[in-house]
């Protein structure tokens, strides 16, 4: 027993180690882009929006470094030696922020944040992470970026930077560890800016919309902790994350205006680096932040004050940062897949790598029904989808949360709001009236999100911050009814993270056997060892050999679609006309990349083992037809009904 616990004493404490190391080299990265822009961070707001420029300063380094070498050892410290110069940099800055910081609010941050480290140690059980996350780290770290990789796994060429960021914290002794350090990471720096609001905006009655944003979200950033993806390397959670980030921060500029148009395009150019991060870790956040970016250059470059406009020659090097990021990463895709947005069949590039068409469309497609099933694996055709939709969102624990919950909030301070300015004779106001315009990329996002792929899990970021602006507006307006503005959106925060907390540990002991319920609702809560290991290892595939005739010998898993962290060549989806671009290359130099006999595409037990998606797919797409009906009769055609599949493992 003592064993175990020094055993979990060490492993915690490793987790927070190399955290704070990894934020400190964080904040030293994006301290120097904000350096470049000529802001000068006297703030902890400003700390906080370098920490998540560091991110993007270092995808864009590992993208460069990637075209060229494998991402090792070496690459992971030149980063952190680059950060901890940036910090010296900034020491000054530092200093002066540590000296104010409250010691009881400290306390309580470092538990909540020791709690997630805990809860980053358990099993991984996430499907994405086994079949294409953690193998496409696997590829990153062995290998330069490989061309058309995506013919050998389509989601190899997801092309998501936030894999790319997860590489270093996967490397040499810390092989297999990225899944129990990455997610988790952003999870604590979400609540560490969310104690910072707390002692930011408690001293008076009108704190600034960052604090109030910060606060707001807190419920669904500890419920995030709760979840599988805490403990995997979720594209979907980390985008989550910088989703909120941005609108946070596009949220704050809009409510509290510069006065000199040059400070306003100084700041747009940190958020339009934010939103371009965003798009490279997730395609699914393109439109949100296009609509974003649109707005806060609109806003930046309007003439409020006669003068003092950016000039051409400022405006280039301040966006030159997004440009690069996102030119690298499109370039990559190409490399990928033979498209530059894949799975989107945008602007097909003539390689002989390329993806087939049909593979492009049918990886779209899969992602769509998928989300509208809710990972069930279920075949809705035409609308049929959506009354069990919504079924799903109220009686599932997730989705609730992501879903149903912000809507609910949001809703509810909507109505109270409304209702204090009935009984307000005059406004006590707050913010800017501009901060409105932060609802149009909310709105354009939500609307792409419904008709594009509605998974819950990819609209919470939408969804909690309309909620966060609704309180902020609420709390802001009807401050002079309570001490002060914090007082009160903190005690919602307590509110509803309680609830959610109890929710996850009720739900636990009732799905459990009556002689486990006690154990099983500490489970949900926290991380226990495996007999004397605290830091669950990945699961070891159950694989088979596959030969390709005319190609390489591939491995694939047994049952699943799962690879995990096992040999290069494996895939869930073996096609027959799966080739090397080298057939010379010896066993294991697979540099020269991938492609397809003739552009055609021919997998096995694509998209999973249980649901005959592929063919009713294909049955439809062969229609002149495309009608419900049309979609109803194929699925008829198929053998089985396509409704009875189960749903994946960890989705």
């Not at 509290?256 to 798009?279: C, E, Q």
């Not at 035409?382 to 949001?410: E, H, K, M, N």
């Not at 226990?528 to 010998?553: D, F, K, N």
């Not at 006999?597 to 037809?625: I, M, Q």
Request: glycine fraction near 8%; charged fraction near 15%.
């Amino acid at each position: 027993m003592i064993a175990v616990a020094i055993a979990g004493v060490a492993t915690h404490l490793g987790v927070l180690a190399l955290w704070l190391v990894t934020s400190g080299a964080l904040v030293g990265l994006g301290g120097l882009l904000l350096r470049m822009w000529g802001i000068a961070p006297r703030s902890w707001r400003d700390l906080s929006l370098a920490f998540w420029l560091g991110i993007g300063v270092t995808i864009g380094l590992l993208q460069v470094w990637h075209l060229l070498l494998p991402v090792g050892n070496g690459v992971a410290l030149a980063l952190i030696a680059l950060g901890v110069a940036g910090c010296v940099l900034m020491r000054e800055d530092l200093r002066s922020l540590v000296r104010v910081a409250d010691p009881r609010v400290a306390l309580v941050t470092a538990i909540v944040v020791l709690w997630i480290a805990n809860r980053a140690l358990g099993p991984v059980t996430l499907s994405d992470t086994g079949m294409y996350h953690q193998p496409t780290v696997a590829w990153t770290r062995s290998f330069a970026i490989i061309p058309g990789l995506g013919n050998l796994h389509g989601r190899l060429a997801f092309n998501s930077t936030a894999l790319l960021f997860a590489t270093p914290f996967d490397v040499g002794w810390l092989n297999g560890m990225a899944v129990h350090l990455v997610i988790g990471l952003l999870l604590a720096a979400l609540v560490v800016e969310g104690a910072c609001a707390w002692v930011s905006a408690r001293h008076t009655d009108r704190p600034r919309a960052f604090d109030i944003f910060a606060l707001a979200i807190l419920p669904n950033v500890l419920h995030g902790a709760l979840r599988p993806e805490v403990r995997s390397l979720s594209t979907d959670a980390a985008v989550g994350a910088l989703l909120l980030v941005a609108m946070r921060e596009l949220f704050d500029q809009l409510a509290h205006p510069a006065a000199s148009r040059v400070d306003r395009a100084r700041r747009g150019a940190a958020l339009l680096f934010i939103f371009t991060l965003a798009v490279t870790v997730k395609l699914s956040a393109a439109v949100v932040a296009f609509v974003g970016v649109v707005v806060i250059v609109a806003f930046a470059l309007h003439p409020r004050v006669p003068g003092d406009a950016p000039t051409w020659r400022q405006l280039t090097p301040w966006a030159a940062p997004a440009v690069v990021l996102f030119g690298t990463w499109i370039a990559r895709g190409a490399i990928l897949s033979g498209y530059p947005l894949y799975p989107s069949s945008v602007a097909p590039l003539p390689v002989d790598w390329r993806v087939p068409l049909e593979q492009a469309l049918g990886e779209a497609g899969w992602v769509t029904m998928s989300a509208r099933s809710l990972n069930s694996n279920a075949i809705f055709p035409g609308v049929s989808w959506i009354v069990p939709w919504f079924r799903g969102i109220v009686v599932r624990g997730d989705p609730f949360v992501q879903v149903t919950v912000p809507a609910l909030l949001t809703l509810a301070f909507v109505v109270l709001r409304a209702s204090a300015r009935q009984r307000a004779a005059e406004p006590s106001g707050g913010f800017a009236p501009s901060w409105r315009l932060a609802l149009i990329p909310l709105g354009a996002g939500f609307v792409f999100w419904t008709l594009s792929a509605p998974h819950p899990r990819m609209a919470q970021a939408i969804l909690w911050s309309a909620a966060a602006l609704a309180m902020g507006d609420w709390a802001l307006h009807t401050a002079r009814l309570a001490p002060t503005a914090a007082q009160r959106i903190g005690r919602v925060v307590v509110l509803v993270t309680g609830l959610l907390v109890v929710k996850q540990a009720v739900g636990a002991m009732l799905r459990a056997d009556p002689g486990s319920r006690a154990s099983d609702g500490a489970g949900a809560l926290f991380t226990r060892p495996e007999g004397a290991q605290w830091m669950a290892p990945l699961p070891e595939p159950s694989l088979t050999s596959v030969a390709i005739v005319g190609g390489p010998t591939l491995m694939r898993p047994t049952e699943d679609n799962l690879c995990w962290n096992t040999a290069q060549l494996c895939t869930p989806h073996p096609s027959s006309t799966l080739r090397l671009r080298d057939t010379t290359a010896a066993p294991g130099d697979w540099q020269r990349g991938f492609s397809s006999v003739d552009g055609r595409w021919d997998p096995e037990r694509w998209p999973n083992p249980w649901t005959p998606f592929l063919a009713w797919w294909r049955c439809v797409r062969a229609a002149d037809d495309h009608s419900g009906a049309t979609e109803r009769a194929c699925l008829r055609s198929v053998q089985g009904s396509g409704r009875a599949g189960r749903e994946e493992p960890g989705a």
